[in-house]
């Protein structure tokens, strides 16, 4: 069983920045490809960002290629978002995923943490 936290939500001003964090307890979490995810107030949750076991390959959403950048630490184990020129379309709760298959980009996430609201102000 893997636990995913997320932090580093919040208010901020659309052009801001902001880096989410995403802890992964358990040992063989580093083996599991991780991802973010969002849910904007009314609509689906929908897929941000992926990165691969190693960190070498990624892949993002359209809607925030060449805003955002995901990495990862599996020293600690620990998922990082990176978000910059923040829109207040990027509004929503951001969840961090893990996916257990060798897939890539996987088709299904097998474990979610909570989430953690980004409130993108004008």
């Known amino acids: 069983q893997v636990q995913l936290v997320e932090a580093g939500g919040g208010l901020v001003q659309a052009g801001g920045s902001l880096r989410l964090s995403c802890a992964a307890s358990?040992?063989?979490?580093?083996?599991?490809?991780m991802g973010w995810f969002r849910q904007a107030p009314g609509k689906e949750r929908e897929f941000v960002a992926v990165i691969t076991r190693s960190g070498g390959s990624t892949s993002y959403a359209d809607s925030v290629k060449g805003r955002f950048t995901i990495s990862r630490d599996n020293a600690k184990p620990t998922v990082f978002l990176q978000m910059d020129s923040l829109k207040p379309e990027d509004t929503a709760v951001y969840y961090c995923?893990?996916?257990?298959?060798?897939?890539?980009?996987?088709?299904?996430?097998?474990?979610w943490g909570k989430g953690t609201l980004v409130t993108v102000s004008l």
């Open positions: 358990g040992r063989t979490a580093i083996n599991y490809i």
């Open positions: 995923a893990a996916a257990t298959g060798l897939e890539f980009p996987p088709k299904n996430m097998n474990y």
